[in-house]
C-alpha cells in the first residue's frame, strides 16, 4: 500500500519570496513516480512537476523544484519568487511504475493551502 | 491541443436517483481514471480504464461503475444516490501507460455533484 503525508495544512509565504511544501510517503514498490499538483479554487488539478524514483537528479519545472531525498522517503515541492497567483491547494501525489493492482492509480495527500501575501 | 473536458460541470441530484458523468480525454490519450475528492476523505480513487478495459478500480461500492468507449472517452455512473456521493469527481487522462518519464496525468475541471 502506498501512502502520502503532508504534514503542512496551510502555509504562509510573501509575495516573491521562497517556500517549501513537505511531502514524505510510504511504499514497498521500488519503482515509482512522484507528483506535484495545483488545485486553484476553481478545482482543476492543475500538474506541475515529476519526480521518478530512479531519477538521479532533483526536477526542475520553471520556478518549481522537488527537493527529492529517497533515503528519507520526503520529496518536498520548493517554489521560488511566490506570485499571488500561486495561492492554491498543493497535492502531493505518487504511483507505483510497476504493473498490477496498483498501475496507474495517484495516491494523493491531504493537501496544503498555500497563501500568497502581497 | 485541448485538454480533458468533463461534463457536465455542476450537477444536482436527490436521494435514490442515479447519475451518469462524462469525460474526454485529451487526443490520443488511451488511460482515463476517475476520482472522488471530499473535504473529508481527500482524493480517492475510483478507477482507471485503458482501451475499453477497467484495469484497476479503487474501494467503492458497487454503486460506481464505469466504462470507456473505443474513443477514449469514458463515463462514469453512479446509481441510487446518497447524500455522502456529494463531491468533487475529477477524470484525469494519460498517455501511454508504459514506465518512464512524463507519465503525469492531466485532469479536467471535474464535476461537481451536490445530492440533495
Known amino acids: 500500500a502506498q501512502k502520502i503525508t503532508q504534514t503542512q495544512p496551510g502555509m504562509f509565504v510573501q509575495e516573491k519570496e521562497a517556500v517549501t511544501l513537505d511531502c514524505t510517503y510510504d511504499t514497498s514498490d521500488q519503482s515509482y513516480g512522484l507528483f506535484w499538483y495545483k488545485q486553484p479554487s476553481s478545482g482543476e488539478m492543475i500538474f506541475l512537476i515529476y519526480q521518478g524514483s530512479y531519477d538521479e537528479q532533483n526536477a526542475t519545472e520553471g520556478r518549481y523544484s522537488l527537493n527529492f531525498q529517497k533515503a528519507r522517503k520526503s520529496a518536498n515541492l520548493v517554489i521560488s519568487a511566490s506570485q499571488l497567483g500561486d495561492s492554491a491547494m498543493y497535492f502531493c501525489a505518487m504511483r507505483a511504475d510497476a504493473g498490477g493492482t496498483s498501475y496507474g492509480k495517484l495516491t494523493f495527500g491531504q493537501g496544503t493551502i498555500l497563501t500568497v501575501h502581497p | 491541443k485541448a485538454g480533458v473536458t468533463q461534463t457536465p460541470r455542476y450537477l444536482i441530484k436527490t436521494r435514490g436517483q442515479q447519475v451518469t458523468l462524462s469525460c474526454s480525454p485529451i487526443?490520443?490519450?488511451?488511460?482515463v481514471s476517475w476520482y472522488q475528492q471530499t473535504p473529508g476523505q481527500g482524493l480517492q480513487f475510483l478507477f482507471e480504464?485503458?482501451?475499453?478495459?477497467?484495469?484497476n478500480k479503487g474501494n467503492f461500492p458497487g454503486r460506481f461503475s464505469g466504462r470507456q468507449f473505443s474513443n477514449s472517452r469514458s463515463e462514469m455512473n453512479v446509481s441510487t444516490l446518497e447524500l455522502g456521493d456529494s463531491a468533487l469527481y475529477l477524470c484525469a487522462s494519460r498517455g501511454s501507460p508504459d514506465r518512464g518519464r512524463n507519465t503525469e496525468a492531466f485532469f479536467g475541471q471535474g464535476t461537481r455533484l451536490t445530492v440533495v
Open positions: 487526443s490520443g490519450h488511451r488511460s
Open positions: 480504464y485503458f482501451s475499453e478495459t477497467q484495469r
